[in-house]
């Protein structure tokens, strides 16, 4: 049952370690050693747990869905492993705090939640795992303790994090009281042949805004901004990333397994109540309000939160489809616009620490301060306006011709993506605008060249390179989903 | 071999991105040296293509078999005309921007990026690739204009960013549309050019996805009422810029009209001829008619570009052979003339005089301070205005020949487009080489001569001279090309009952 | 094959072009040449005289070469009698122009390379016989003289340039296009082939065939005609017309009076008439009243100006006038009419005398405008002068013979043209003849004023001092002058060449 585990295992004995090491033998080095030597047995830690997950080739549903592994599981692990060693190396600018160690820690536990959360087949696994990286997140917002932003964020991410978990919570009781248990196949088996009663409607509905909050769709976003701006960057980093690859998991997992049987329907004249039209409502909201809002932005982190919501929107057309083809097209969707956004959250992070701000006018000139940075910066943000030939787009591609091949004799969610189609064309205004200062404005004539710590240059360049390759060849990444 | 056209172009960018950051000779020479290589290649390539009329592979290989797309090249001969007016365009684009001194190394690397890009638009045989290329030439565009351009950059830069993307986010939906219905009719998910060509789409779907797919491609092509991009953009770009935007861009949106929006949905553009037919005869007038009125003298060519680029859209919606062989054979003639004419706006006048407006030219005498110049616009714009021996007549002759077949009427107008025409090519002459207003103390007199022409505009300008001629004198060169292409296979349902 | 015609139209052309690739500081050495290339091809002209076979109406000296295949393009060129005697005219009017722009000091390279290229495009315009190469010319024509007008040219020439540009331009175009829906009916582009259709009335019923419409050959006609009428010009299209004469520099107006009118007449003769017989024989009525208004109307016009250049640019309308009332009525079926097709001979006959004539008075008139604004320092208004006919008896006596030529009195040559043109169109057309006579009288009023007033009456003292022609100027006078008094005794020279080529082109018109 550990080796079930083990990839779990090993990223709990590297919180350990990295404790460890931190409190013992680096006590009054710096800030900076602490958290290089931090990263190092960190990365070494998640590196060798991606390595297990992905040497074994196990299919296992241990005590009814509690622990699922199968090489899906495992290779979406292994991407958020992958994810939480770039969002380590980012953090090792940091100047946010002094406690690397438990920075770091706090990190890698998250990192397990998510994990765990990936695995669960169990409605009450899902919770405890949701919470577990829930509660490690709002620790890693609130993580800056001289930036009354920080708390502010935190406070508010927590409480909004507190509403969505009631919200779960209710709806999976009203679940388990319907079907009477909690495994995910087994209420679909029991739901079958209700028929919609409104019970089963709440349960929709309170499901979708429990994780609406998660993901941070319109209309529960409200927390996102703020929490993005306030939070340390390699926090939002990873509340943008990490989370959001194990939610979207999660989430298509519950409404394809659970709701089997009351997905409705959301095609156009063809309206059928269920689970799917909720979600197309609010992906609907999400696609229009989080580019729109985020058009209007003068924060680069808070428009890379709107972009987020409206991503999210994106995203939640590729759960409502519920095909196999549509689901891997999601996780590729999702973990590729993962990737990207910690490359524009380091980018962000850098910016930050030399300029002092976040402003888009801070991003004048870097072209000449800081070439391959933005160089860098240029890649993520076309990738998240979907610019072939990076992974946004082919993502995009993905997503939505799998939406639209759901019903491919009346193209019947083709109006859900022609909206999405026609937001995302909203969306190339606003990263261009970043680009814009980035390449097109001068920066003041004093402004010195700024120097990227190796460690990070290192992340943000294997990050675009990613970001290239997994768009010119995506067969290596969708192969796998 | 002319798949190497596009990998020259970003083995170029690479070594551009590599050389030291304050080389603007190194600079320069890589970038001609690429551009010229990749001209050689193109011309070569296309003269060795045995089989101009038919679909030659140059490489296919899986790409993402999960959607069925292939990395699949291939050319035809209306791909190997715009080939070859890629690599003049590209050479003769780089000729003209000799004096760029800021961030040298930058400009020509996001210049040969453009250009690689349009190759691989015009030898994709895949939707997928196509469209990639295609937005891939957005960027460069969008930097180069913001970066290096003149009056209102970054709004220009903008306008036409987004207006690409929007048509190009058109042209996703339509694409993904045309894809999920191929994938059940054939079995197998593909976005294979010359399979989807087999694919009967229904009716009704042609109906709403043909103006889609034309539209999202017509508004790079600059057809009216989506045109507005077109002047702000080239006025705005530099140089090189403008140039290769109306020379070569511009095409882009044509190129996809022609091989995507009609070659997949000829049902559609048969039930759409006369709506863009119509579009492109006020095009036509309208750019002229607006381009007559000017101040600037770059705002005139741009409009003119608009007004050109309509013939191109009359030509297609012909839908016989012959006004189609003329839309191909216009898009080359005018990428040429259109390529000229802002060279020498561009380059030879405001990059010396520092200034484009007419009433400021009028009393500067520019027509003896810079002979070569002006003898050059004359002919640049003869050839723009349609007149015979020059590439302009014998494209402009074959779409109207065409038109009249189809629409009488509407070719008449037309006409009035090209009278026009000739209106405002005349004023600009006149006002801006050969005014008769008297130079007054200030402003007009100058205290330093004019720099005079360069070497290498001396040569670009003489290239693209050369290429309109002969095209105009030997059409028979290019038709030779073109003109198979539409006996093929791939637009037999087009043309279907069509054919002059 | 012979390439004769080719080489002859690429004589001026590359004479041009070294020209113009001349230093501006040889500008000797740029008139030099340019007047050895106008007279290698007058003499180059002369030879085609030589060879000519006057008693064929065939088309001689034929080159035919595939061009453009696909568009049934060829490479199409041939003279017959009306060819031969435009590239005649030409090649006899340029070397005069040449040797009067002697003293254009601004650019001269330029200057005479543009005049060599307007040569070659009329060259080119008078023997090609295929659409496609023969617009080419037409429109290469165009652009030395636009540049000729508009950058030597007097005080208004921007404007003056511009409206002669865009009217031409108006006309291509629509000729252009009818041209086009031609080509689409029938598939040709080649006019002997086009007015062999015409004959058997295929065209006509391809047009309607492919148009659907029942007018569209009139629309087609209409659409040439414009494109003609503009270059003759035919009153009402003729605004241009003063305005570029006038201020055009007298060398250039004797090339666009000279030749370039000629290019309209010529399209009517082998482009109009062959091809759209019918249209025209049911627009016969229009077209008369047309032509009648432009012979009385544009010498009335003539009599009310005060500018030498402008009273000889409406004389120039009104001649052409003349060839224009003659074909049309020539056009006219001619019912209870004695020997139509003799009258119709005559008429067109009197039309091709006329054109050479005209060429060649008219462009003589205005060289001696060149001489007298040279002597004047560019003064040309008719109460400018006065009695200067003691002080400069020479120049007074020759110009007046031109004059006189142009005014259609006997034994000169402008009247057996008139004379053969009212011959004809009497018995054809009485009413139009009748009323056109009032354009003879006109003319004859305004030209004795201009004796009278530059001339003769009191001596404007201004000018006691003029001096009289040089040597070198009477030479440059004489030969005209004397071709003149030839052609007025001796007419067959040119009936000659043309009698069979009219009687082919009657052949043609298919009665």
Known sequence: MLQLAAPETIVTITVLAVLGVDLTLLRGKSVSTRFHVGAVVSILGCAMAGWFALARHEEFNLLNGILVVNPVTDFVKCALLILTIFTVMISVTGKYTEHAGEYLSIVLLATIGLMFLVSAEDLLIIFIALELASLSLYILTAFNKHNARAAEAALKYFLFGGMSAAFLLFGFSLLYGMSGSTNLTEIARSLQGRGMDPLLLVAIVTT????????????????????????????????????????????????TLAFAGAEGSAVWHGYVAGWTPTIAVVAALSMVLGNLTAIVQSSVKRLLAYSAIAHAGYMLLGVLAHTSASNSALMFYVITYALTTIGAFGVVAVVESATGSDRLDNFAGLSRRAPGLSLCMLVFLLSLGGIPPLAGFIGKFFLFSAVVNMDAQNLGLLWLVILAVAMSAVSFYYYLRVLKQVYVQDAAAEAP???????????????AALVIVLGCAPSLLISHL | MLAWTIYISFIGVLVLMLLPRDNAKAARAVALLTALAGCVVAIIGAMQQPHPGEVTTIVKTDWIPQIGATYYLAADGISLVLV????????????????????????????????????????SFDLLLLFVFYELTIIPKYFLIARWGSTRKEYGAMKLALYSFVGSHLVLIGMIAAWVVAKHQLGHASLDLMELSKVTFSASFQ????????????????????????????????????????????????????????????????EWQWAVAALAVVGIVYGAGVALVQRDFKFVIGYSSVSHMGFVLLGLATLNTIGLDGAVLQMFSHGIIAGLLFGVVGRMVYDRTHTRDFNDLERMDVGKLLPFAGITFVIAGVASMGLPGFSGFVAELQVLMGAWAVFPKITMLAGVGIVVGVAYTLRAVQKAFYSDAKPDGHGGQHDHPLEPISVPERVGAVILIGASLVIGLFPTLLMNWIEPCFQSPLFERLLKGGSL | MNHWLTILTLIPFLGGVIIAGLGSGRQALARGLALVASLISLGGAVCLWMHFNSASGELQFVERVAWVKSLG??????????????????????????????????????????????????????????????????????????????????????PAATQFFIYTMVGSVALLLSFLAIRYATGSFDFIKLA???????????????????????????????????????????????????????????LLTGVMSKMGVYGFLRILLPIFPEQIRQALPLMLILSVATIVLSACAAFAQRDLKRILAYSSINHLG??????????????????PEIQRAAALNGVLLQMFNHGLTASTLFLFVALIERRSGGLRGLDDFGGIRKIVPVFTGLMGIALFSSLGLPGLNGFVGEFLVFKGVFPLAPWAAAISTLGILVTAIFILTVIQRVFCGPLNERWAQMPDLTTAE?????????????????????????????????????F
């Open chain 1, 208 to 255: 979708v805004i429990g994780f609406g909050f998660k993901v941070a769709a319109v209309p529960f976003h409200l927390w996102a901004p703020d929490a993005y701006e306030g939070a340390p960057t390699p926090s939002a980093a990873f509340i943008g990333a990490g989370s959001k690859v194990a939610s979207f998991y999660i989430v298509a997992k519950i409404f």
């Open chain 3, 474 to 510: 009477r030479f440059l006078v004489v030969p005209s002058i004397a071709l003149m008094f030839a052609l007025g005794i001796w007419p067959q020279f040119i009936l000659g060449v043309t009698d069979a080529t009219v009687m082919k082109l009657l052949q043609q018109l298919n």
């Open chain 3, 73 to 158: 393009i060829e490479y199409f060129l041939g003279v017959d009698g009306l060819g031969l005697l435009m590239v005649t005219l030409t090649a006899l009017v340029t070397p005069l122009a040449i040797l009067a722009s002697w003293n254009v000091n601004d650019r001269p390279q330029v200057f005479h390379a543009l005049v060599l290229w307007l040569q070659a495009g009329l060259f080119g315009t008078f023997t090609a016989l295929n659409f496609f190469h023969w617009f080419l010319f037409w429109e290469l024509g165009l652009i030395p003289a636009f540049f000729l007008v508009k950058l030597w040219g007097g005080p208004k020439r921007g």
């Open chain 2, 84 to 123: 070859v007016l890629t690599g003049l365009a590209a050479v003769t684009g780089i000729l003209f921007s000799w004096n760029i001194e800021k961030r040298t190394k930058e400009f020509f690397a996001f210049y040969l990026a453009l250009i690689g890009g349009v190759y691989g638009v015009f030898l």
């Open chain 2, 207 to 270: 109906h709403w996805m043909f103006p889609l797919v034309f539209i999202g491609f017509a508004i790079l092509a600059g057809m009216w009422p989506f045109h507005t991009w077109a002047p702000t953009g080239h006025v705005a770009a530099p140089t090189a810029g403008s140039m290769l935007l109306a020379g070569v861009v511009m095409k882009l949106g044509a190129y996809g009209c022609l091989r995507v929006a009609m070659g997949l949905f000829p049902e559609g553009m048969r």
């Open chain 3, 322 to 339: 003349y060839c224009l009332l003659a074909m049309f009525a020539a056009m006219s079926v001619g019912a209870g009419v004695n020997q």
């Open chain 3, 196 to 254: 062999d259709m015409a004959k058997d009335g295929t065209l006509q019923s391809s047009l309607a065939a492919h148009f659907g419409w029942k007018n569209i050959g009139m629309i087609v006609f209409f659409g040439a005609f414009l494109g003609f009428a503009v270059k003759v010009p035919v009153i009402p299209f003729h605004t241009w017309l003063p305005a570029a004469y006038s201020e055009a520099p007298s060398p250039v107006t004797m």
């Open chain 1, 449 to 463: 060249a700024i120097i990227v710590p190796p460690m990070t240059m290192l992340a943000l360049a294997l990050l």
